[in-house]
Structure formats: C-alpha cells, structure tokens
C-alpha cells in the first residue's frame, strides 16, 4: 500500500536519514534550528521526534500531490503575501514565541521576498501553529485578528522585530494590543473583539490541527511545495529547495505580482480567508 502524504511527511521530519529510491542516496538529517514543543500532547497522540530535522528531497522524487494540495492559494489571505499562482508555495508552521521564527523573519525571509516572491516566483503562506502555552495561542489569535484588517504582515514584524522572552508577559492581552497599534491596525476594538472570537479560534485550531496531521511537532516547520525542512536554516538551504522546486515545475518567473497578494511593500490584497 503507498504511503499517504501525511505518513510520508513524518518520516521525513522524524526520520534519521533519507534514502533517495533512484540515487539510493543517503541524507544526513541536523537537529539545529528547530524549537521544540515545551507541552504535552498538545492536540495530537504522536510519538514526537527525538530530534528536529532539515530535510531536502531528492528531485527524482515525483512529487506529492497531497502536500502540494495543502497550499490554499486564495488570493484573500490576509496571512500569505505573492502571487496567488506562484509556481512555489513556502508553508510555514510557526508560533510567535519561536525564537526560530524570530530568527528567520529577520535574517532569512526579507532576501526571500527580494529574490523570490517581489518577482512572482514564491508564494508564503503562514499557518498559526502555537506550542508554547497561553501567550503563543493570544499571539495566534491576535495575528488573525491583525489580518482581518489587512495588516497581519505589519503585525508579524512588529512581533518578531526583536527578540522577546518566552512566557515573560510579552504576549499578554495588553502588550498583543500594543503590537497591533504599533503595526497600525485601524480599529482596536474591532481588534479586541475579532482576537476573542471563535472564529479566531477556529482559524487558529485548523491551522494547528493541519499541521499536527503532517506530524509537526516543532517551530519552525516549512513546506517549499512538497519538500520539507525544519528550523531556521541557512539561506542557502531555502534558496536550493525553492530553486529545485521551480525548475522541477518548468516555470519561470512570469510578472512580477499582477495576480493575487501583493509583495508586504504592497500592503497586502484588502481580503481575508
């Protein structure tokens, strides 16, 4: 019986090493730049992964189409930014409280946006994937909130634009208010009111409860189309796996963001999923 997507997915994230069916290559796996989950169980009676893994698929694999389904590509996400038909979906699992996260926002995706998405290559898309307590599922619902008003990008990089203490109250209520003024969300109230709802909630848990399904037990998780990787790796690995990914769907670049979300300068495509 083949292996489902889901299945396919653990074992890459989870795995030691992967074994390439047309090279019969072996690839190391690394445990660097992968925060891990600090609760129990969080939603899922997984066995967790003994160590965080960067994976890069072998480009004799055939691809995935379950995973390449997992991409949404509605051009009214407030939480993805590029081209709605870009030829390569970046899927990032993360949690506002990831020093990871943190560390990927500053240092890797700006040059992401510049080489990729400003040219109509890339496409990301976030996914509220909250494991470190209260704070990190206020932080979630806070950022929903934020892209109901078009600005959950702004508010992304007010949140992770420096690095902040775990669990220290820089997540509360009042400080999560404080971020969305400074990101310059509209209307606080509304803010308040759409943060506490439970369709934050609902748009919260299915992110989580899609992420849990792939066997994701770590911030950050990615997905360059159907490739894996985990943790804040080096430019270079994201730059391989979304190079890999383009050639492997034969098209180019097209124009630059003409169809769908705009680049983050752009301020976003005024929707919400």
């Known amino acids: 019986m083949p292996a489902t997507p889901s299945y396919r997915l653990r074992l890459y994230l989870a795995g030691g090493v992967l074994v390439a069916a047309a090279a ?9 730049g992968g925060d891990h989950d600090s609760t129990a169980n969080r939603g ?6 003994s160590a ?3 994976v890069s698929t ?9 995973l390449l389904a997992l991409a949404r590509r509605s051009p009214s996400d407030a939480m993805a930014v590029g081209r709605a038909d870009a030829p390569v979906v970046l899927i990032e699992y993360a949690d506002f409280q990831c020093p990871f996260c943190g560390q990927f926002a500053r240092e890797t995706e700006p040059e992401l946006l510049r080489r990729y998405v400003d040219k109509g290559v890339l496409r990301i898309e ?7 307590g209260k704070e990190s599922d206020q932080a979630a619902l806070a950022g929903w909130a934020a892209g109901k008003q078009d ?11 420096k690095p902040r203490e775990r669990n220290s109250g820089e997540f509360s209520a009042e400080k999560l208010v404080a971020m969305a003024r400074e990101a310059g969300v509209p209307d606080l109230d509304t803010f308040r009111t759409d943060m506490a709802s439970a369709a934050a909630r609902k748009a919260v848990a299915r992110d989580q409860d899609e992420g ?3 066997g994701v037990t770590s911030t950050p998780a990615f997905l360059v189309n159907d490739k894996p990787i985990l943790g804040a790796q080096p430019l ?7 190079d890999a990914a383009t050639k492997e769907t034969g098209k180019g670049s097209g124009k630059e963001n003409e169809n769908g979300n705009e680049n983050r300068n752009g301020k976003g495509s005024g929707g919400h999923e």
């Not at 480009?59 to 379950?66: I, K, L, Q, V, Y």
């Not at 600005?151 to 634009?161: C, I, L, M, S, V």
């Open 24 to 32: 019969t290559a072996v690839l190391a796996l690394t445990a660097n």
């Open 44 to 49: 899922s009676a997984r066995d967790k992964p």
């Open 52 to 54: 965080a893994a960067s």
């Open 58 to 66: 072998p480009s004799a694999a055939p691809a995935d189409e379950g």
């Open 126 to 132: 976030w996914r509220n994937f909250p494991v470190f």
């Open 151 to 161: 600005k959950f990008w702004e508010f992304y990089d007010t949140a992770f634009g």
């Open 212 to 214: 849990y399904q792939l």
């Open 236 to 242: 270079k690995t994201f730059v391989s796996a979304i």
